[in-house]
C-alpha cells in the first residue's frame, strides 16, 4: 500500500485537539487569575514538528491496514470474499487494544 | 447515570459567543472527518484489492470514523507526553510512545523513524550501522501478545 494520509490532514486535526484542550485550560487559568495586573497570558499552543506527523501518518495508515488485515482473515475463513460489518465486528476489541 | 463517556456538554457560563464557538469547533471538525473519510475510502479500497477481497461501504465508514476518534486521541497523548517532557513540540519520540501498547507496532514505527532520519543528509549525527541496513520490509499483521 502506497499510499499514505495528508500530514497537513493529521496536523489540521491535531491543531483541533490541541486548541480545544487549551481553551479549557485558559478557561480555568482566567478564574486564578483574576486578582492580577490585567495581562492576558496566552498559553502557547503546542506545535508538532515535520518527522512527527510523517510518522503519525503511519501510525494511522497501519491502523487502518491492520483494520483490513484482521477483518479480511475472518472473512477468508468463513469462505466470504467481501468484507462484512460482522468481520469488523470481531476484530475490533483486540484491534482497539492493540492501538 | 453519569458515566465517563458523558463529555463536557453543557459547561458554558460564556454564553452565545461560547456556543458560536462551539458551532464553529463542530463544523470544523465534521469537515476534518470528511477529508480523513475520503482517504480512508481510498486506502482502504486499494488495499482490500490487494488481498482479493471487496469491503462493503458500512465497513469503511466505521474504520474511518474510528481513524478519527483514533487521530484526536493521538493528539492528546503526544501533546501530554511533549509537556511532560517539558516540550512544547511534539517529536518523533512522542509519537513511537503513543504506541507503547504493541510492542511491534513500535518496533515498525521505530524503523520508518529511523528511514526518515536516515534520509536527511543535514541532520547528521552518527550514522549507525543498523539504520543503513534497514530495508523496506513486507507489511505482515501485526503479531497479538497473548
Given at each position: 500500500?502506497?499510499?499514505n494520509f495528508d500530514p497537513d490532514l493529521i496536523h489540521a486535526i491535531f491543531k ?32 508538532a514538528?515535520?518527522?512527527a506527523l510523517k510518522v503519525s501518518c503511519?501510525l494511522l ?39 | ?31 476534518l472527518?470528511?477529508?480523513l473519510?475520503?482517504s ?31 487521530a484526536?486521541?493521538m493528539g ?71
Amino acid at each position: 500500500m502506497e499510499e499514505n494520509f495528508d500530514p497537513d490532514l493529521i496536523h489540521a486535526i491535531f491543531k483541533l485537539v490541541w486548541s480545544r484542550r487549551n481553551k479549557k485550560v485558559e478557561g480555568n487559568q482566567g478564574i486564578h487569575l483574576e486578582g492580577g495586573a490585567g495581562t492576558s497570558k496566552k498559553t502557547r499552543a503546542t506545535t508538532a514538528n515535520a518527522s512527527a506527523l510523517k510518522v503519525s501518518c503511519e501510525l494511522l495508515r497501519l491502523f487502518v491496514a491492520e483494520a483490513i488485515q484482521r477483518a479480511a482473515l475472518i472473512a477468508e475463513a468463513e469462505g466470504i470474499d467481501i468484507i462484512e460489518p460482522t468481520h469488523l465486528e470481531r476484530v475490533l476489541p483486540q484491534l482497539l487494544l492493540d492501538f | 447515570m453519569e458515566t465517563l463517556g458523558d463529555d463536557g456538554i453543557g459547561i458554558g457560563s460564556g454564553g452565545e459567543s461560547d456556543k458560536e464557538r462551539q458551532e464553529e469547533a463542530e463544523q470544523e471538525a465534521a469537515l476534518l472527518r470528511d477529508r480523513l473519510r475520503l482517504s480512508v475510502i481510498s486506502m482502504a479500497s486499494s488495499h482490500a484489492k490487494t488481498l482479493g477481497m471487496t469491503i462493503s461501504e458500512p465497513v469503511v465508514a466505521c474504520i474511518a470514523d474510528l481513524a478519527f476518534k483514533q487521530a484526536e486521541q493521538m493528539g492528546r497523548d503526544v501533546e501530554l507526553f511533549a509537556q511532560h517532557a517539558g516540550r512544547k513540540s511534539v517529536n518523533m519520540e512522542d509519537v513511537i510512545l503513543s504506541a507503547h501498547r504493541n510492542e511491534h507496532l513500535m518496533g515498525l514505527l521505530r524503523d520508518f523513524a529511523q528511514e526518515l532520519k536516515g534520509k536527511e543528509p543535514c541532520t547528521e549525527r552518527k550514522r549507525t550501522k543498523k539504520a543503513l541496513k534497514n530495508e523496506n520490509k513486507v507489511q505482515e499483521p501485526i503479531e497479538m501478545l497473548d
